[in-house]
């Protein structure tokens, strides 16, 4: 999918809050929130999060229902005076990370620049191969975009504005 046709302050809050609410829905039916640290690759249009082999239950629901949706709320942090609260419904790939694509790559990245402290557990090799499978042995979940939600200056008072996504095509709705 090629880059986003979105207004300048959802892209810059998606690159730039720090985590977001991941919402997966469960073999009952029931959404199920986490919060995340999202990768987004501006250059493919799409958003990136990855769990542990350990705890993969954000997979499995993903895997039976691939509708799920990513809210970006708090800016704490991450520089940005005003964005808006942007809430991104998609469709998840989930996949073994086997080889360090450029969203894996990017996404180790992010998490490195937002969490400078994991360095230390990734750094000392009794820790690394103590907690292979927490720290290493991921599952990714690659989010396509159908449709966002924003709210300029994060008022949820007010109706949001809303984009609906067909490949690289974006409409006002509402």
């Keep these: 999918m090629p880059r986003l046709s979105i207004p300048p302050e959802v892209d810059e809050a998606l690159g ?11 073999t009952k039916g029931q959404p199920m929130t986490w919060p995340s640290v999202p990768y987004y690759n501006r250059e493919e249009g ?5 769990v542990s082999v350990a705890f993969p239950v954000k997979a499995y629901n993903a895997r039976k229902h691939p509708q799920v949706s990513m809210l970006f709320s708090d800016p704490t942090g991450c520089g940005l005076s005003d964005p808006p609260a942007v809430l991104v419904q998609g ?3 989930v996949a073994e990370v086997l080889d360090y694509t450029p969203d894996i790559i990017g996404l180790f990245k992010t998490v490195s620049k937002r969490q400078p402290e994991s360095s230390k557990f990734t750094s000392n090799k009794i820790v690394r191969n103590l907690f292979v499978a927490y720290l290493f042995q991921r599952i990714s979940l690659t989010v396509t975009p159908k449709r966002i939600l924003y709210w300029p200056h994060r008022d949820f008072s007010k109706e949001p504005q809303v984009l609906e996504l067909e490949t690289a095509e974006v409409s006002h709705v509402g």
């Design 16 to 26: 730039a809050i720090y985590t977001c609410e991941f919402t997966t829905v469960n």
């Design 46 to 50: 799409r958003l990136v999060i990855a």
């Design 91 to 93: 469709d998840a790939a």
